[in-house]
């Protein structure tokens, strides 16, 4: 993708995630990344770490972006935006946990509640 069409699918997910965020009444700050060797979109705490807890940095892939349309967009962001929401509950369980516990309280705990968090809103706030 050229820098254009990579800024423009920039925009897009900015669009998204601000009406989002006006649907939730939050105010996250988000620093993007473009980043064609992820799968959709990779949520992160910023540089600024917890010094900060309401900024975040958002990769994604514009390629992948591009495809979406406006809800599976939305629909998307929003799981990003549950993460940025729960980031507190992640990093209280991840505490005093090991490099192999977290992997296994990601994949066994945290993103599946993630998930369930989603399906069971979403349609009240993505409509």
Same mark, same amino acid.
């Given at each position: 993708?050229?820098?254009?069409?990579?800024?423009?699918?920039?925009? *897009?997910?900015?669009?998204?995630?601000?009406? /989002?965020?006006? *649907? /939730?009444? %939050?105010? @996250?700050?988000?620093?993007?990344?473009?980043?064609? #060797?992820?799968?959709?979109f990779e949520i992160e705490r910023s540089n600024r770490g917890v010094e900060d807890p309401a900024c975040f940095s958002l990769s994604f892939n514009?390629?992948? &972006?591009?495809? /979406? #349309?406006?809800?599976? %967009?939305? @629909?998307?962001? @929003?799981?990003?935006?549950?993460?940025?929401?729960?980031? *507190? !509950? !992640?990093?209280?369980?991840?505490?005093?946990?090991?490099?192999?516990?977290?992997?296994? %309280? %990601? &994949? #066994?705990? $945290?993103?599946?509640? &993630? $998930?369930?968090?989603?399906?069971?809103?979403?349609? @009240? &706030?993505?409509?």
């Open positions: 993708m050229t820098k254009a069409e990579v800024k423009r699918e920039e925009q *897009r997910v900015q669009r998204a995630i601000d009406w /989002l965020q006006r *649907r /939730l009444n %939050l105010n @996250y700050e988000w620093v993007f990344n473009s980043n064609p #060797d992820i799968e959709v514009p390629a992948m &972006v591009h495809a /979406l #349309d406006r809800k599976q %967009l939305r @629909y998307d962001i @929003y799981h990003e935006i549950i993460h940025a929401m729960t980031w *507190r !509950w !992640w990093e209280a369980l991840c505490e005093r946990a090991s490099r192999a516990e977290q992997k296994r %309280l %990601l &994949v #066994d705990v $945290y993103e599946p509640a &993630v $998930y369930e968090i989603e399906r069971r809103t979403r349609g @009240y &706030v993505v409509g």
